[in-house]
């Protein structure tokens, strides 16, 4: 598929969906958290595993469909691990790539976490947030509505 990439419900929401999109607040959320890890995950990988999952579930960026993803990558990074130590750079080339794809892919490469804003109390993170693409720095029908009831109200 040619073009950029599509834009979440929260992306949308939270540029002002200036395109006045249809946004489905009904698409699915999985459940958080990965769990234990799965059988075909062991060795080195398992001890990824519990030791990254603690972190990302307290971050809250995994969630049940992120296994399989989240398992690529605890095994990777093993496999990685394995080639540092026995200094093999053929090896810690190669894994280290596919580590970092697999990063990419669940959002948490730096950059990739960079263009992720969390979506409850966003805007109290953000002090430029008044100044949106929709509203280009005029107030919003809401913060419109709200002065005037406290003029009518004074």
């Given at each position: 598929m040619g073009g950029r990439p599509r834009k979440s419900p929260e992306e949308h929401a939270q540029n002002g969906n200036p395109s006045k999109l249809n946004l489905d607040d009904t698409a699915p959320k999985p459940p958080p958290g990965v769990g234990d890890p799965p059988g075909w995950i062991v060795k080195r990988a398992r001890v990824v595993?519990?030791?990254?999952?603690?972190?990302?579930?307290?971050s809250k960026f995994l969630a049940e469909?992120?296994?399989?993803?989240?398992?690529?990558?605890?095994?990777s990074f093993a496999k990685y691990q394995e080639a540092v130590l026995v200094d093999d750079e053929a090896g810690i080339k190669s894994w280290r790539k596919d580590a970092e794809a697999s990063l990419r892919l669940m959002?948490?490469?730096?950059?990739?976490?960079?263009?992720v804003?969390?979506?409850?109390?966003?805007?109290?993170?953000?002090?430029?947030?008044?100044?949106?693409?929709?509203?280009r720095g005029r107030p919003t029908r809401e913060e419109?509505?709200?002065?005037k009831a406290r003029k009518d109200g004074a």
């Open positions: 595993w519990v030791e990254w999952a603690q972190v990302l579930e307290r469909t992120d296994a399989a993803v989240f398992g690529m990558f605890c095994v959002g948490l490469s730096p950059t990739e976490r960079s263009k804003m969390a979506s409850q109390g966003a805007d109290d993170l953000n002090p430029y947030s008044v100044y949106s693409k929709t509203t419109e509505a709200a002065k």
